[in-house]
């Protein structure tokens, strides 16, 4: 069995996300990493190797700028065992629908059993990729998956839905996007770090794996960035006192009620 | 000059970032009130490879430079002293004579459990009337029948008394005649008869690692133990302390950050006077300065690393790194303290606890009277 593991590099959560009102584009400068969720799906993938079903290969793949081989060599460092790099300026302002077009094509190109990525990235947020590479690849697909078990070229999963779990069979290939509650992500050794730029790493263009240049791009994507705000900010609440705990909860009841909440 | 830090430098910063906040910033609080050593830490640190940093990869080091070294314990010092103290004494004081001066032999005994953190190494170095002065040594080991006979005692040495300790280096008086002339290196395996380390102190800070005193009572170690040539004993402990100085500076710029982070958080969620306490310009002005000396310190610190990683001249840079940085430490967290006003008194917020901790950067590894001696000489005074 072949996995890939769909990787993005985003902005580090710890530096604060501001939009370029020139570009309508995230500001990705300063410190990045590789997307949190990511790394769920790249610990899914060990946990399937770990528990003993045959697999040959965890590939790490994206999609990105020069800088996204530090989010590969993470990827490897936590276990993947090779990794691809499409990179491109035709692919830059790719949309949702062009980026996943153009992951399809690389993993046409890999022909995997098991596509896993994260659920969503922690900059476009657009919780959609899974849905747009399983479409090209005309594979089923699973989003939110909190659970995994891999036998007789089947997953058994279940999915954290909006009101419980469901659990669904689904035969191979597949893309699954995983959620973080499927597991704990493991740190990277050292020996690991030090590893990573000795595993495989590929770099291919659009043309290389046959990405049509009209599809992909700016001019390739269908839709576009009108207006961008930050949210409203939040009023500040209210603080009530605890002094007399009756008249406290006479207090509360009196606020929820003229907000029509109980 | 390149001020970018390569792949692996980020990716092993990041890796401890994450392993502090998730791991040790939980149970520190409770390790330093219950002054218990951290075993569990030190046993997934050392499964992480952060318990051999920069020692080659065929000793079961992880074959990272000093600057990586020093990027891991600035990234533990963030959240906690006494795990970073314990990682960066085992590594820089511990492990690295005898990574530098052991026989093959002596490597293959001590470094692959060193390395993996299973064992951990102490360096006896200060005594009763040697501190400062450190080659005064008083210990004294004499050559009889194949072995030496150490008699002597060693003051506040950190990593001695752990379940997991196994060896400390020591330096003694090795020398004939008075046997005040020549000092030398030797290995003492804990549990050699006469050797025993007494009870812990009880420390203003840095609770949660072990720090003890030794004595040494007639005690036999084979003359194998002696670590490099006789008499080289003043030569590598000078050299010894040169590096070590840079782990200590790396702890001075994370306890400051730690310290940072930790006020720039509460003064946003504080309030007084209608608005949070980050709108004041007094507070405005404590969080710039510290942003501004931490980050100038961090440089300096980097710097020192680097020139050690190139093989050129850093005993200036370092000791200029640990004089600049243990000051800071000691500022930034009284400052950190000040921020949270009476709550940063009670040992519910870390910046308590790092107030404790900070002042011993100031002294351990060389007071900064040492350094600015240091520092003097570099420049020809
Ligand atoms: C307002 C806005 C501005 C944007 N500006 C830019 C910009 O300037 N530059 C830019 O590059 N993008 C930009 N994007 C992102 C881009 O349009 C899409 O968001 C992106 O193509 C993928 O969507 P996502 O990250 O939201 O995916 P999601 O569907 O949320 O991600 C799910 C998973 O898909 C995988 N995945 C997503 N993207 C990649 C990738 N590139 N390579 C490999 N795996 C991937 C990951 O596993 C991820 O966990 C912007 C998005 C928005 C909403
Ligand atoms: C928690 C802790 C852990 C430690 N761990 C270790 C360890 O693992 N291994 C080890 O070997 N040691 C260790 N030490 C010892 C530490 O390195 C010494 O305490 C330190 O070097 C100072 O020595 P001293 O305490 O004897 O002070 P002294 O040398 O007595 O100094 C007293 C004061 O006099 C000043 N002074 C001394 N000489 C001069 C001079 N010539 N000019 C100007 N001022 C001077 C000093 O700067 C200081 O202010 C540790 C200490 C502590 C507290």
């Not at chain 1, 994206?62 to 276990?79: C, E, F, I, N, Y």
């Not at chain 1, 995983?178 to 495989?200: C, F, H, Q, T, W």
């Not at chain 2, 997991?164 to 003694?172: N, R």
């Not at chain 2, 308590?352 to 011993?360: H, P």
Request: proline share 5%; aromatic share 6%.
């Amino acid at each position: 069995m072949k996995i890939c593991c769909l990787v993005k590099e985003v902005p580090d959560a710890a530096v604060e996300k501001r939009i370029d009102p020139e570009t309508k584009r995230l500001d990705r400068s300063g410190e990045k990493n590789l997307n949190p969720f990511d790394t769920h799906a790249i610990e899914a993938a060990m946990q399937v190797k770990e528990g003993g079903a045959p697999v040959e290969e965890i590939v790490a793949v994206t999609m990105g700028p020069d800088s996204a081989v530090r989010a590969l060599h993470k990827a490897v460092a936590l276990g993947a065992d090779r990794s691809v790099h499409l990179t491109d300026a035709a692919l830059e302002g790719s949309d949702v629908a062009a980026t996943g077009y153009a992951l399809a094509k690389v993993l046409e190109k890999e022909s995997p059993d098991l596509v896993l990525l994260g659920q969503q990235s922690d900059d476009g947020e657009c919780y959609t990729i899974g849905a747009v590479v399983a479409d090209h690849l005309k594979m089923p697909s699973l989003t939110q998956v909190i659970k995994m078990d891999a036998a007789d070229g089947k997953l058994t999963c279940e999915r954290q839905a909006e009101y419980g779990y469901d659990t669904v069979e689904v035969e191979l290939p597949a893309v699954i996007s995983v959620g973080d509650a499927i597991n704990e992500p493991r740190y990277p050794s050292l020996k690991a770090i030090m590893g990573a730029k000795k595993k495989p790493l590929d770099s291919h263009g659009a043309g290389d794996v046959g990405i049509e240049p009209d599809r992909v791009g700016q001019s390739g994507s269908r839709t576009a960035v009108l207006e961008l705000r930050p949210p409203p900010q939040k009023e500040a609440g209210e603080i009530i006192e605890d002094e007399d705990t009756n008249e406290t909860v006479e207090k509360i009841v009196v606020w929820l009620d003229e907000r029509k909440l109980i | 000059m390149d001020f970018d830090l390569t792949d692996e430098q980020r990716l092993l910063r990041d890796t401890v970032r994450d392993f502090a906040r998730k791991e040790v910033a939980p149970v520190a609080e409770e390790l330093d009130r219950t002054k218990a050593f951290p075993y569990e830490l030190v046993s997934k640190m050392g499964e992480l490879g952060l318990m051999g940093i920069p020692f080659p990869a065929e000793h079961g080091g992880g074959g990272a430079d000093t600057l990586s070294y020093a990027l891991a314990v600035e990234e533990l010092t963030r959240i906690d002293s006494s795990v970073a103290i314990t990682m960066a004494a085992h590594t820089s004081l511990g492990t690295m004579p005898i990574h530098l001066w052991g026989t093959d032999e002596q490597k293959d005994d001590w470094l692959p459990q060193l390395t993996s953190g299973s064992r951990l190494a102490a360096f006896g170095l200060t005594e009763p009337e040697a501190g400062s002065d450190a080659g005064n040594t008083k210990t004294i080991a004499r050559l009889e029948d194949g072995e030496w006979v150490i008699n002597g005692a060693k003051q506040f040495i950190t990593n001695s008394g752990t379940d997991i300790s196994g060896c400390v280096t020591i330096t003694a008086a090795t020398g004939d005649g008075d046997g005040r002339k020549e000092i030398s290196n030797l290995i003492v395996p804990n549990g050699t008869p006469g050797y025993e380390a007494g009870e812990p102190y009880r420390k203003m800070g840095w609770n949660a690692s072990d720090t003890r005193p030794l004595t040494f009572t007639d005690c036999r170690v084979p003359e194998s133990s002696l670590l490099g040539r006789r008499g080289d004993g003043f030569k590598q402990f000078m050299q010894i302390l040169d590096g070590g100085r840079i782990g200590v500076a790396a702890m001075g710029v994370g306890l400051a950050q730690g310290a940072l982070d930790e006020a720039i958080a509460y003064a946003k969620e504080r309030r007084a006077f209608g608005q949070p306490i980050s709108k004041f310009q007094a507070i405005q002005a404590k969080i710039a300065d510290l942003s501004a000396q931490i980050e100038a310190s961090r440089l300096l610190v980097y710097r020192a690393a680097i020139e050690k990683d190139r093989g050129d001249p850093f005993t200036l840079t370092a000791a200029q790194a640990k004089l600049i940085t243990g000051r800071l430490a000691v500022r930034a967290t009284e400052e950190a303290v000040q921020i949270h006003g009476g709550y940063g008194y009670i040992e519910e917020y870390p910046v308590c606890r790092f107030y404790r901790d900070a002042k011993i950067l100031t002294i351990g590894e060389g007071t900064d009277e040492v350094q600015q001696m240091v520092i003097a000489r570099q420049l020809g005074c």
